[in-house]
């Protein structure tokens, strides 16, 4: 969702890329290494041709020096993605989708692509499923109540692409609906 400069508060994409690369995923290692430590726990032992879950931001540094394959997610594939995209186009409510799951595709199709069946279609759905949600988003807000937004399973990018238009819109509700009472001067 496009928003105006003014309203451009909050964490940008390639901070949550970021952020999401904390996520495990699983990888075929090429290469063995002992278990090591870093600062956000240790990972491994790496012996091929066992799987090892270890951070996207590890997998990738690996992918890209052609010392492993990426195991895509169980939900990172056409089956699980056209039914979500079903979903989102015949259902009211947002489908359940990880979390995070825009920005590790993001990361893990921009670095593995080849280690994905068919990426372009996965890719394409994705964008689907963005543009259903974005609609679904947008539609919730526009029917703003002043107490409360039930948009449940949005995910971490589509929360902070409406948190700064919706904490505003929000000020200006709760500004326009307070207790007449309340403003009414002491007597």
Sequence with gaps: MSLPAALRTS???????????????????????????????AYGPLR????????IWMATN????????????DWL???YLQDRLYHETS?????EMPFRFAEIAKVLLDVASDDFHNPDKIQSLLKDIREARQAKSR???????HSELGLTNLCAMEINEIRPFFV??????TQLVKD?????PEQ
Excluded: W, Y
Aim: net charge negative; hydrophobic share 40%; glycine share 4%.
């Design 11 to 41: 964490v940008t994409p390639p901070e949550l890329e970021l952020i999401a690369s904390e996520h495990l995923v699983e990888i075929v290692p090429l290469v063995a290494m002992e278990r090591t430590a870093f600062i956000s726990g």
């Design 48 to 55: 091929p041709p066992h799987q090892c879950k270890v951070p």
């Design 62 to 73: 690996l992918k890209l020096k052609k010392k492993c394959h990426i195991v895509p997610p």
């Design 77 to 79: 594939n056409t089956e």
């Design 91 to 95: 259902k009211v409510d947002f489908s």
């Design 139 to 145: 539609e919730g807000l526009s029917r703003l109540d």
């Design 168 to 173: 505003r819109a929000m000020g200006v509700l």
């Design 180 to 184: 007449p009472e309340a403003q009414a």
